[in-house]
């Protein structure tokens, strides 16, 4: 269970678990609290999708809709995954599921305390609690779930085969405006504050103004998300509009990491970055 199907790394990995998992021994369902969005676009064909729209605030007490939903699918396990953990425990417990399972891909930062609240009400409803890296487990098991041997460490992993070294795609380069020469710094995620785009697009201006060796470098940010308005006017008042490209979501983001000489991450807090395990496996060096 997610909030929404859209671009970044935790809906990308509910959409290949969703793929890779047996058929043959579990039945899937995916239900989203809000539309689905692009990551669901052929997860129809691995799982049944259901969406639950519109939840009141009264629901943080009785999810009645989402409750009604669940029992109808009547699974054996629901799996949440951050953004919907209190809600969707609260009314997988009201309908009788026997196993409850939460991935948390990553706290917010600062991560506020009502949201440690709700959670840790949440984590005592759960049976399992998984974490993508053992610095996220231990962050859980200080601030959110008080009974430790509740949580389990999964680390994030990348098909290193799928995102293995490429030759630079020339089209691409000109399609998206880059010259033969010019160095790219690049990053590939979702547009959130969490993600300090904002910092690297500044700190991007000063390595601009202070070049002196051979052409200016060019930043190709991939994704989308809540920010993109903020970062375009960023980028404006930076006088970057030539040189910083938010390009959105792409669906051949393998082939993406060949334009990047230099992958760089600036994000606040990470649970365990997907972009940056796809840009090391593409043999990209990161920053």
Not at 34 to 62: C, K, R, T, Y
Not at 166 to 179: C, D, K
Not at 189 to 212: C, E, H, P, S
Request: glycine share 8%; aromatic share 6%.
């Amino acid at each position: 269970m997610v909030h929404k199907l859209d671009s970044g790394g935790l809906q990308r990995l509910v959409g290949v678990i969703v793929r890779v998992i047996d058929s043959d021994r579990f039945e899937s369902h995916v239900l989203t609290l809000s539309d689905f969005g692009v990551f669901a676009e052929g997860l129809e064909s691995f799982a049944e999708l259901h969406q639950v729209n519109a939840i009141p605030h009264l629901s943080m007490l009785w999810p009645r809709k989402l409750t009604r939903t669940i029992r109808v699918i009547a699974p054996d396990v629901v799996h949440t995954h951050s953004g919907v953990w209190y809600k969707a425990s609260l009314a997988a417990r009201h309908a009788g599921v026997p196993r409850l399972v939460h991935t948390d891909h990553g706290r917010a930062y600062p991560d506020p305390w009502i949201g440690r609240f709700l959670e840790g009400l949440a984590a005592r409803r759960t049976d399992v609690v998984v974490a993508v890296s053992d610095a996220l487990g231990r962050q859980l098991a200080h601030t959110v779930v008080s009974d430790r041997s509740r949580i389990r460490v999964v680390l994030n992993g990348v098909d290193t085969v799928h995102f293995r070294p490429r030759p630079v795609n020339g089209a691409l380069r000109r399609e998206l405006g880059l010259p033969a020469d010019v160095p790219v710094i690049g990053s590939v995620g979702r547009l959130d504050a969490v993600k300090a785009y904002d910092i690297m697009i500044q700190g991007f201006a000063v390595l601009r103004a202070n070049w002196t060796d051979g052409p200016a470098p060019a930043l190709v940010l991939v994704g989308d998300g809540p920010e993109r308005a903020r970062l375009t006017a960023l980028i404006e008042r930076c006088g970057l509009q030539d040189a910083a490209r938010l390009v959105g979501w792409r669906r051949d983001v393998e082939s993406v990491y060949a334009l990047f000489d230099v992958f760089t991450l600036s994000s606040w807090s990470e649970g365990t970055s997907l972009g940056l395990l796809e840009a090391m496996s593409t043999g990209l060096c990161p920053v």
